[in-house]
């Protein structure tokens, strides 16, 4: 079965831009969850997405949202892009919303 | 607030011997508890899990002890192998009101060497 994956893998923006950064979950899973990796965070939950429908918010700013379709791929949109938003962004599907999440390879993205 | 706390950051071991490593948790709503390994630039790989009716997982060379009344979670690596050099994160889940999210530690950079 194949794993988790996200694109783009690396992305450099400026200040003030926006990003979407696209996540397929395994086939067959229906939780998405998306995670921010920083150095000096650690690994933060952004928010978690259920049959089309977001149940879970981590503590972000409102410039970050995202979605999930039908097919379950999700989307994470970041809007106006400040410096510190630079991180390794995670995605991570579980078969259903309890239980062990399998996570993608991450986008890094670079704000500059 | 971290309600999940890995307070070694680092941990060297020789090939062959044990490795151990801890974490800690606050919220005694958590339910389910998982191990990942990291390696740069890749996500984290979900290594094994426990919830909290039992004290003690196995898998292979991995095991995971619970103790709930202290709050704390180990991770057994025996016998431990170059190949185990990664971070570990220890993570865990409230099934009950925030399903979906995890809770991490910091992590710990195992160093198993020859």
């Known amino acids: 079965k194949a794993g988790v994956t996200q694109t783009p893998r690396y992305l450099i923006k400026t200040r003030g831009q926006q990003v979407t950064l696209s996540c397929s979950p395994i086939?067959?899973?229906?939780?998405v969850s998306w995670y921010q990796q920083t150095p000096g965070q650690g690994l933060q939950f952004l928010f978690e997405?259920?049959?089309?429908?977001?149940?879970n918010k981590g503590n972000f700013p409102g410039r970050f949202s995202g979605r999930q379709f039908s097919n379950s791929r999700s989307e994470m949109n970041v809007s106006t892009l400040e410096l510190g938003d630079s991180a390794l962004y995670l995605c991570?599907?579980?078969?259903?919303?309890?239980?062990?999440?399998?996570f993608g390879p991450g986008t890094r993205l670079t704000v500059t | 607030d971290q309600q999940v706390k890995q307070n070694s950051p680092s941990l060297s071991v020789q090939e062959g011997r044990i490795s151990i490593l801890n974490c800690d948790y606050t919220?005694?709503?958590?339910?389910?508890f998982l191990w990942y390994k990291k390696y740069p630039a890749e996500g984290p790989t979900f290594l094994i899990s426990?919830?909290?009716?039992?004290d003690k997982n196995e898998d292979g060379r991995f095991t995971v002890f619970l103790n709930k009344s202290a709050k704390h979670l180990s991770l057994h690596i025996v016998p431990s192998q170059p190949g185990d050099s990664a971070v570990y994160f220890c993570?865990?889940?409230?099934?009950?009101?925030?399903?979906?999210?995890?809770?991490f530690g910091r992590g710990t950079q195992l160093t198993v060497w020859p």
């Open positions: 426990i919830s909290s009716i039992k």
């Open positions: 086939s067959g899973h229906r939780s």
């Open positions: 991570a599907s579980s078969l259903e919303r309890a239980g062990e999440q399998y």
């Open positions: 993570a865990a889940q409230d099934r009950g009101s925030t399903l979906g999210r995890l809770y």
């Open positions: 997405y259920f049959s089309e429908t977001q149940r």
């Open positions: 919220n005694s709503m958590f339910d389910y």
